[in-house]
């Protein structure tokens, strides 16, 4: 076959678009955010035109993932072809593992390990094991809040990991549910099915319900949250008037190409979470043998220093809503299970407006954390690898001090958020608090019994001109109708 025929000025990409591999990450990744991938380790491993042929290139096996029911929509469906070295079903039967006490996953009143509160509260940083115990991302993970339950498919979870171990030859499966990993301190260098991450702090990673993982830390340690959501994916918010770019864009989204190892001599063990629990499977090969896949049912990852950030830039406040990266719906139609927003640096440039967050008291329930920087809020404290709660239609806002300096500022254009990165968690339904969050991190911060008491209510300064407006109007002045 000859040559394809180019003119000597013109150029031909060679293949699609990866990334290129950087000191901190040496992994090279395809883009795009839902696209329809395919990859192969070895050129010609993808059957054309089938996907289960009688007999696949090299012996290897056919098998599908699929994270939506058969007959879902089509702009919906999620799966992936899997072209494997063995199939997953072959392995030893299943046995329940030690329960993890730090692990829930049921968020009901009828759950005596977790509470719904309506007091805020906060945690200083979450504490890594010490060095002489061993622990790894699995047995680092620990609950902190959450509503509903997986075995409905309705709900979420909300886990902190702490670790300083890599997992060896075992890996990770969370039938329970999609997770959204957010890595505060030290990288986790994730081998998937479907290739490998390398996920820094100020990166995001998500995890689909249902892939093996193996978890390694490359840093010695890891510290990181994660959202757990029961029967939903994360999706890219609408845009409405923004149009067509902005926020989190589809094009920096990160997926694996394909990796396979080839291991049939050591012992590899597979730890499932199924409704909180744990159980594991023992199998004589690597679970990560898979040679070439293709479909959309991937694991990704995105870097949150690249949110175009569209805030407000004339007077007024934008809703958090123009934070959003990524969203998960719920099965209520319009209504979103769970918004992950991210605070990332930007110009505040509004004339005449409030600029620190107005006071409010939310439907929904907000969970904050750090991953690097300094928080500027003045009422809570929030430090990187520590955490706040504010419950659904409890009130929040800055403090009198902050009001004051705000309320009488000049208002030159400033950059603020620089170097820092803050997220919050903003969930739909009440969450309860597990026992651990409560009672056993050691880092619960006391509650400040005289932190609002310096508000004096300027109005009261006012009356008498208050009166006089009144009068002037034809009403009666408000000194007649209460005694102050
Ligand atoms: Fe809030």
Redesign the pocket.
């Known amino acids: 076959m000859s040559a394809p025929s180019i003119a000597p000025s013109s150029a031909l990409a060679r293949g699609a678009f990866t990334t290129t591999p950087t000191p901190s990450d040496p992994y090279c990744y395809q883009v795009g955010f839902g696209n329809r991938f395919a990859t192969e380790a070895i050129p010609g491993t993808l059957p054309l035109g089938q996907n289960t042929p009688q007999r696949c290139k090299y012996d290897l096996v056919s098998e599908q993932l699929n994270g939506t029911p058969f007959v879902a929509p089509r702009a919906s469906q999620l799966h992936a072809w899997f072209y494997r070295i063995k199939p997953s079903v072959v392995h030893k039967p299943l046995k329940r593992w030690p329960k993890n006490p730090d692990l829930e996953a049921v968020f009901s009143a009828l759950n005596p390990n977790t509470i719904f509160t309506p007091q805020d509260m906060g945690w200083d940083k979450f504490p890594l094991p010490e060095p002489s115990q061993p622990v790894d991302f699995i047995g680092g993970l620990k609950t902190i809040a959450g509503h509903g339950e997986p075995s409905l498919k309705e709900g979420l979870a909300v886990h902190v990991y702490m670790a300083n171990t890599s997992m060896q030859n075992k890996a990770f499966c969370n039938n329970d549910g999609e997770m959204l990993i957010l890595p505060q301190e030290g990288r986790l260098d994730i081998q998937t099915e479907f290739g490998r991450l390398m996920v820094q702090p100020g990166e995001l990673v998500v995890i689909p319900a249902g892939v093996r993982i193996k978890v390694s830390l490359p840093d010695g340690i890891g510290r990181g949250y994660i959202q757990e959501i029961y029967g939903s994916h994360y999706v890219l918010p609408e845009l409405g008037p923004i149009g067509s770019n902005g926020m989190a864009m589809p094009r920096d989204f990160e997926i694996p190409v394909a990796s396979f190892d080839i291991d049939h001599s050591n012992t590899w063990e597979i730890v499932v979470k199924l409704a909180g629990e744990l159980f594991g499977y023992e199998q004589n090969h690597t679970p990560f043998d898979v040679v070439a896949w293709h479909g959309n049912y991937t694991p990704y990852k995105y870097a949150l220093e690249k949110f175009i950030n569209s805030a407000t830039v004339d007077r007024e406040q934008s809703d958090p809503s123009i934070y959003c990266v990524l969203t998960a719906p719920s099965k209520v139609s319009s209504i979103a299970l769970t918004e992950l927003l991210v605070f990332t640096p930007k110009w505040n440039v509004t004339t005449n407006t409030f600029r620190p ?1 107005y006071y ?1 008291r ?1 439907v929904a329930t ?1 969970l904050m954390g750090m991953i690097y920087g300094t928080w500027t809020g003045s009422a809570t404290h929030l430090e990187p690898g520590g955490l706040t709660y ?1 419950p659904s239609f409890m009130p ?1 806002g800055e403090s009198y001090k902050r009001w004051k300096e705000a309320t009488s500022a000049d208002l030159p254009p400033l950059r603020v958020n620089e170097r820092a990165i803050a997220f919050m968690m903003h969930i739909s339904g009440h969450i309860s608090l597990t026992k651990y969050a409560l009672e056993r991190t050691g880092k619960l911060q006391e509650q400040r019994e005289d932190l609002w008491d310096d508000w004096s209510g300027g109005f009261l300064d006012h009356l008498s001109e208050v009166n006089q407006d009144l009068i002037k109007a034809g009403l009666p002045p408000l000194d007649k109708l209460n005694k102050f």
């Open positions: 967050p409010h939310n907000e504010e929040h």
